[in-house]
């Protein structure tokens, strides 16, 4: 060997070598507390995105044709305005690109001793797929006492516009059972609310006071009774005749509210 | 490829937490349909043998009672598929759901050796499959009507959540004769009509009030031509003259301590408000105005009295305080407003309303807004409340001179009904609940 070569060996073999036996956990750490973030901000960027339109009760619209002759004379033509000429800004130069400069040869640095295993494609969507499922099946564990049908998640769709007209089909199944006890003095304490389960042939799973109602029910009997009420009602009028194939929209009614306010002329 | 299933794995499990098709449907009912409660009442079961027409009596009074009140429907017993046998034992639900019931009352009547008449009654949930309430009730076997109302007034507050109102007594005028010459006598009866008792015979007599314990009751009579107020004792049957006044006194009404009476003292074609205190018989004057003040009321607290006064030109109705301070006007609606008497519940107001030809019953709140015209008839007057302050009792006068009648209606305006009363009757007071 030249003297040159033994003098650069040398002199690489004092430079200081990175090592390579632990991998960084720290870097690991800080990557997916990163990413965690970055996906967060995402998911609450756009939180609003799967909002429900403001609920529309479903009008009844007649189609009216309108004769051909109308009262409606046509406008006169409109006169047409001076309008400013568009003045085409000067192109402008697009700013000058920065010149990267030739990183120097980085020294010569052994590559990490763990080996990467080229994946296949089918392999990827495999393992993704199974990953996926496991997460969904841990989601939601339906109560054990209710006698539920089974739960398709459809989406976005769940939520939006479309499920007004079942909210109007439940309320004018229910009503016709309900009798609110309308003598009391305070018709603020008539209101009540509930969570609703039903089965998928219309008759009720379940059917629970929301705390607030459970709270205020203990304290007040006119609330008691307005609860009690509802509770006759909601049980007298099943089964509810609703859309089967849309039961996954229908299946939890939270909050079912029971409201005679308007009624009493409060 | 393993940082980049840890990130995807992180991604997949917010984005599924935030899983839209987890949210529920919101329904708002708004719109209801009121309907009386359908209740079935069989007759209790008689523990003895003697004890069987009590069990069939008493459950036929609180099956009227609960009836009268118009909330709820008491299912004719013809049409039972089951009985009650025990009312211990957990009944079988499906029987009184098939004939539509959503309350079931199970009770059973017993004489007990000590001559006392005993009734236990439970409430059960039809469609909660659960008990409501559940009572003992004792008295004398004469008084097993005020047992059979205990009953209905037991049933009536777990159902409503308002206390009840039919073990209670009403007192009026009870009028007899011929147009021309009505007699009119004092009369108590039971709220639901029955055992009526008639107290004076050949005065006349006009606007009796319970005091809070029924057991006095103070009145207007023409004894001697000029009317008095007297109080009379329910238990003593012994009357007395409230005050010496040189001239009339009218329209006296209880405080609701049972200490003090509000009164109408005439002076040469002045009327005004006094209170005299029954213990010490000392007379306050509450008002000084040169009209006509009136028909005082007390406020369930004592704190106020509500009053008519033609002060502003016509009848209507006043405000002040116990002690004759801050008087001033509430009702400022069309017609005449008069008789105002204050709910014991304390929330509202009740007047009789003389508008062009008609004359109405109609509530309003204690500030005066709120009014409402809760009757129907041709002429309406002088209403009284039942002590849960939801129900009320009135006179009805008949047209043609066909005499008076005493009506009673919910404070909502439904449920008019005709009282049964002896003959023709009218000027009612309600008492307070039988202790």
């Known amino acids: 060997m030249s003297q040159s070569q033994n ?56 189609l009216v044709t ?11 033509p409109p006169v047409p305005k001076p309008v400013k000429p568009i003045v085409t800004p000067p192109a402008n130069e697009p700013p000058p690109l920065p010149q990267f400069q030739e990183a120097e040869p980085s020294p010569d640095i052994t590559a990490p001793k763990f080996k990467v295993r080229p994946e296949t494609k089918k392999e990827q969507t495999q393992d993704f797929a199974a ?54 003095p305070n018709a603020n304490d008539l209101v009540v609310d509930f969570d609703l389960q039903l089965n998928p042939d219309g008759t009720v799973a379940s059917l629970r006071p929301s705390s607030g109602t459970a709270m205020a029910v203990a304290g007040n009997s006119y609330t008691r009774a307005a609860a009690e009420a509802a509770r006759r009602a909601t049980y007298q009028c099943q089964p509810y005749k609703l859309p089967g194939d849309r039961y996954a929209q229908w299946r939890d009614v939270s909050p079912l509210r029971f409201d005679p306010r308007e009624l009493m002329g409060q | 490829m393993k940082k980049l299933f840890a990130v995807l794995a992180v991604a997949a499990a917010l984005g599924a937490l935030c899983n839209p098709a987890l949210a529920a449907l919101q329904v708002d009912v708004t719109n209801a349909n009121p309907q009386p409660l359908p209740i079935a009442i069989p007759d209790f079961v008689a523990a003895g043998p003697g004890d069987a027409q009590s069990g069939a009596n008493i459950a036929g009074v609180v099956r009227a009672d609960l009836e009268r009140s118009g909330l709820f429907k008491p299912i004719d017993p013809k ?129 009796p009030r319970f005091n809070p314990t029924a057991q006095m009751i103070a009145y207007m009579s023409y004894i001697g031509a000029k009317p008095r107020v007297y109080l009379f004792d329910l238990e003593t049957g012994r009357q007395e003259m409230l005050g010496n006044f040189p001239n009339m006194t009218f329209s006296p009404r209880f405080s609701p301590d049972g200490n003090k009476v509000a009164l109408s003292l005439e002076n040469g074609g002045n009327s005004d408000i006094f209170v005299m205190d029954l213990r010490s018989r000392a007379i306050t004057r509450l008002t000084t105005d040169p009209a006509i003040d009136t028909a005082p009321s007390f406020s ?37 407003n008069g008789t105002p008497v204050w709910s014991p519940r304390g929330d509202m107001i009740a007047f009789t309303k003389v508008d062009q030809s008609r004359i109405d019953i109609g509530v309003m709140r204690t500030d005066g807004s709120g009014e409402r015209i809760i009757s129907s008839g041709w002429e309406d007057e002088g209403p009284t409340w039942a002590p849960n302050g939801r129900v009320l009792m009135f006179t009805r006068t008949l047209e043609g001179g066909r005499g008076a009648q005493i009506w009673s209606v919910d404070v909502t305006g439904r449920n008019e009904r005709r009282v049964l009363t002896p003959g023709n009757a009218s000027d009612p007071a309600w008492s307070p609940l039988i202790q």
């Open chain 1, 66 to 76: 309108v004769t051909d002759r109308t009262n409606v004379r046509a406008e006169a």
């Open chain 2, 79 to 207: 049409a039972f598929v089951d009985h009650i046998a025990n009312i211990n034992t957990v009944p079988t639900f499906a029987n009184w759901r098939v004939i539509n019931a959503q309350g079931l009352v199970a009770g059973d009547v017993v004489m007990q050796p000590d001559g006392q008449l005993r009734a236990d009654f439970r409430l059960w949930d039809v469609y909660g499959e659960s008990q409501m309430t559940g009572q003992q009730i004792t008295a004398s076997p004469g008084d097993w009507r005020r047992i059979a109302h205990k009953i209905s007034d037991a049933i009536y507050e777990r159902v409503t959540g308002e206390k009840g109102y039919f073990d209670t007594r009403i007192v009026f005028i009870a009028e007899s004769g011929p147009a021309t010459k009505r007699a009119k006598r004092l009369a108590v009866m039971d709220e639901d009509g029955a055992n009526p008792n008639f107290l004076t015979n050949g005065y006349m007599v006009l606007t």
């Open chain 1, 7 to 62: 003098a650069s060996r040398a002199k690489a073999l004092r430079r200081p070598r990175p090592t390579t036996a632990d991998p960084p956990l720290l870097g690991y750490a800080v990557s997916l507390l990163f990413h965690g973030a970055l996906v967060a901000a995402v998911i609450i960027g756009f939180r609003h995105t799967f909002d429900v339109a403001p609920e529309t009760h479903a009008v009844p619209v007649d």
């Open chain 2, 300 to 336: 369930p607290d004592g704190r106020q009295i509500v009053f008519e006064s033609d002060r502003g030109g016509s009848q209507q109705i006043y405000m002040m305080n116990a002690d004759g301070s801050n008087q001033h006007r509430i009702s400022f609606s069309q017609g005449r």
């Open chain 1, 131 to 184: 990953l996926l499922n496991k997460l969904t099946k841990d989601v939601k564990v339906p109560p054990k006492n209710a006698k539920a049908g089974p739960r398709t998640i459809t989406g976005i769709g769940a939520m939006n516009g479309m499920t007004a007209d079942l909210a109007d089909a439940l309320k004018s199944q229910i009503y016709r059972c309900w009798s609110p006890p309308v003598g009391a």
